[in-house]
């Protein structure tokens, strides 16, 4: 994963962006700072961290077995609602599970959606993936991984 010690803001990212005369310098001088690990590295550092098996991520997050591997072994990306499984079954906390998401490169949670909100107010709150699953399909909301009612 990245030294978040070396890492500037994304705000600064930004002005340096603004401000570069040219995209080619602005990418010349940004290096890695534009380069997001690939997914399957990220989760793999996050178990290992954790003290976790991928296995037992994997059956936390409710996640197939054979996809599971397969998103750890970088075979397969994630959608949206896999990566989220995942955070559920590492036990990410919600800003954790923004950087998740932004690794998958998929839309992060908004607090003005309300499937959205249900989520990260369970993550914050540190519900199990059945707990959430529970609660969206009581607000008539999609489950995690599920289909539309």
């Keep these: 994963m990245q030294d978040k010690s ?7 990212l930004w002005a340096r962006l603004f401000q570069a005369p040219t995209i080619d310098r602005f990418l010349e001088n ?7 690990p690939a997914f399957s590295d990220y989760i793999s550092a996050l178990c290992e961290e ?18 599971g ?19 559920f079954g590492l036990a990410l906390s ?10 998958a490169q998929v839309t992060p949670l908004h607090p003005k ?18 707990d959430t699953q529970q609660v969206l399909y009581e607000h008539e909301l999609p489950i995690i991984g599920g289909k539309r009612r």
């Design 6 to 12: 070396k890492s500037i803001s994304t705000n600064e």
């Design 30 to 36: 940004a290096g890695s700072e534009c380069e997001l």
């Design 50 to 67: 954790r003290g976790e098996k991928p296995e037992t991520v994997i059956r936390r997050a409710d996640i197939e077995r054979s996809f």
């Design 69 to 87: 591997y397969r998103l750890f072994s970088g075979a397969r990306n994630p959608s949206r609602d896999s990566a989220l499984q995942l955070a």
């Design 94 to 103: 919600t800003d954790e599970t923004q950087q998740l998401l932004k690794i």
């Design 113 to 130: 959606v309300k499937r959205d909100a249900i989520i990260a107010f369970c993550l914050h709150n540190r519900k199990s993936l059945v």
